[in-house]
């Protein structure tokens, strides 16, 4: 037995494993991307056809892998793309990179990292490494993938093949931090299985950091994301207490930031965006309650969070009403879709949020993003506006959601009538103008 292990040792070291990564997403991209440049061939899987299409044509889908290293990478035989999970029967590592979202009763969706496992373990053989990257709760890379992958296939775990678990850290849109710089957490099921894991990604990425078990891994992602959770939930409660006390929640945070110690800036904003930081945490909620706790901190800055969009919808009523204008009827444009500025992930973004709260209030809503040019939401498909400055000057409320940099804030500000910031994209200007509403 450890022949097989040492051979496939061998085989991570000297880059002739072959790689796949399922899904092609904003995860699975970037890293299958980073392993074709380590040397490893590497196969992307995904159900999506026009995504391997596109991967096929040497065209990158996703913002920050450009076009120019795919199809360089796909030239050289490096990268290919297939929605055939039959290419698993040549592989000795995969990397699981789906989705994890959570259902509208708040329950984690775990169908995507199922389904995916059930697909791989058709193809499951000795000589193999499985590393899940999808964030979940605490215990799913025993509970779940261990079962089908070595059990219902006959495998030995740590002897055959070898299972763990390193949590995505992706930033959409940075460019400091990326797939390649960002250490690596890394838990195996068994040590045997931790060191053939962190052996494979220590060829590809710059720092990994191997700790105990699967379990430690899935935990250590947890708590990243519900630190940021719980201290945005925190801030936008201030935020919440400064409106009712007249005080400038902004020039607050600013001031408390001067302290060198102790304090970690934090800003308040619409609601939650992206893909970990509003359901992660609630994955540890919901595991918790499975085991008689609640998770107070988390269900508690979750309630605050979401119930952010709400008080953005106030704000823009009372600015309204003060100039005059019922909120029903008047035409609202929406500055920004996206759930953080420079990028087109629209995944969670509280726009949408906002856009259907005050469209149920009666109000004409429509918006710009010059990333985001189309939206397909809840059955309802909505497009950009093109011509940006006709519809400031048309709208009777703008509203920044995303406070994306190539917009002009000061010649927005002088062509509309009013404008509710959530962002503080506008600054130290909110004191002195008064048709600008500040969050």
């Known amino acids: 037995m450890q022949a097989i292990k040492e051979k496939l040792l ?14 092609m997403g904003y995860v699975g991209l970037p890293l ?9 061939q590497v196969t992307g899987i995904d159900p999506d056809q026009r995504k391997v299409d596109t991967i096929l ?22 990268l290919l793309a297939a929605s055939d999970f039959a290419v698993l029967e040549q592989a000795e590592a995969v990397s699981i990179c789906v989705p994890t979202p ?14 995916a496992t059930t697909e791989l373990a ?5 000589g193999m490494v499985v590393v899940l990257e999808s964030t979940t709760y605490p215990g799913t890379t025993r509970e779940i993938l261990l079962p089908k992958l070595g059990e219902e296939t ?35 099921i068994t040590p045997a299985c931790g060191e053939v894991a962190a052996t494979w990604y220590k060829q590809a990425l710059q720092t990994v950091v191997q700790v105990s078990s699967a379990e430690v891994a899935e935990m250590a ?20 207490m400064c409106d009712r006390l007249g005080v400038d929640v902004w020039e607050v945070i600013d001031a408390a930031a001067t302290k060198p110690f102790g304090f970690m800036k934090f800003t308040p904003g619409p609601g939650l965006g992206g893909h970990c930081i509003p359901i992660d945490p609630l994955y540890l909620s919901w595991k918790l309650r499975a085991l008689n706790y609640t998770a107070r901190f988390i269900e508690l800055a979750s309630e605050i969070n979401t119930g952010m969009p709400r008080f953005v919808v106030s704000k823009v009523q009372d600015a309204l009403n003060d100039a005059g204008k019922p909120l029903k009827g008047s035409q609202i444009l929406i500055l920004g879709v996206a759930y953080k500025p420079d990028i087109d992930d629209l995944r969670e973004s509280p726009a949408l949020d906002v856009i259907g709260l005050l469209e149920k209030k009666g109000a004409q809503v429509y918006y710009h993003d010059p990333y985001i040019p189309r939206i397909a939401h809840d059955g309802t498909e909505r497009v950009s506006v093109t011509d940006l400055m006709p519809a400031v000057r048309q709208a009777d409320c703008v509203v920044i959601i995303t406070n994306h940099s190539v917009y002009d804030y000061t010649g927005i500000v002088e062509a509309a009538r009013l404008v509710v910031d959530t962002r503080n994209a506008l600054g130290a200007a909110r004191r002195s ?6 969050l």
Not at 32 to 40: I, K, L, M, N, R
């Open 154 to 188: 006959g495998l030995k775990i740590g002897e055959n093949f070898f299972l763990a678990f390193s949590p995505e850290r992706v930033d959409p849109g940075r460019k400091d931090w990326t797939t390649l710089n960002t250490p690596k957490v890394m838990g195996g």
């Open 102 to 115: 959570l259902r509208k009763t708040g329950d984690p969706d775990l169908s995507y990292i199922v389904n």
């Open 221 to 240: 992602k947890l708590l990243e994301n519900t630190f940021r959770m719980i201290n945005i939930g925190m801030v936008n409660e201030m935020a919440l």
């Open 32 to 40: 299958a991307v980073v392993f074709a440049e380590a040397g490893y």
């Open 10 to 23: 061998e085989k991570l070291l000297n880059r002739s494993a072959n790689v796949a990564v399922l899904g």
């Open 433 to 438: 103008n008064p048709k600008i509403v500040s």
């Open 57 to 78: 044509r040497g065209e990158s889908h996703i913002q920050d892998v450009p076009s120019d290293q795919v199809k360089r990478l796909v030239n050289q035989g490096k």
């Open 122 to 126: 058709k193809y499951m053989h000795p």
